[in-house]
């Protein structure tokens, strides 16, 4: 008789409560720094391409990543709860691969810079390219002005 165990190799603590109010907390702290808001969706996204491009922005925009239950609480999910006229909205987008974004730039440099990043996040490898615009209108963003 054979028995076979599974034995996890990699020890990760699960993220609780208090992760969980700090990224709220950080998203709020956001959302009264800038003056848009913005949500995305990917496809694919290679993490290192993000980061270089994450990086480059760093001094006018701040990304969101993760849980987008977690976000959605951060911006509010009803008109009741939002933080700001409209967030809901954004909160609404979120969904499946997604992310949010703040800044202060005009709407015509996001617009530019999103068609940048759309040829910057290139497909991975074994996966069938689309049109780069194709990626640029999944990428682009429904923009709530605040």
Not at 53 to 77: C, D, H, P, T, Y
Not at 99 to 119: A, H, N, V
Request: hydrophobic share 40%.
């Amino acid at each position: 008789m054979l028995i076979c165990h599974a034995i996890t190799l990699s020890k990760t603590k699960k993220q609780g409560r208090e992760h969980k109010e700090n990224v709220v907390n950080s998203i709020r702290d956001a959302i009264e720094k800038y003056d848009s808001a913005y949500a995305f969706t990917f496809e694919n996204m290679r993490n290192l391409k993000f980061k270089e491009f994450r990086e480059q922005l760093k001094s006018s925009i701040r990304f969101f990543l993760g849980s987008n239950k977690v976000m959605q609480v951060a911006l509010g999910r009803s008109v009741a709860d939002e933080i700001r006229p409209g967030l809901h909205k954004v909160s609404k987008l979120l969904r499946g691969d997604s992310g949010t974004y703040f800044t202060s730039l005009p709407k015509e440099d996001i617009q530019r810079l999103t068609f940048k990043w759309s040829i910057l996040l290139t497909l991975k490898k074994g996966f069938e390219a689309k049109l780069v615009i194709d990626v640029n209108l999944r990428l682009l963003l429904r923009c709530i002005m605040l």
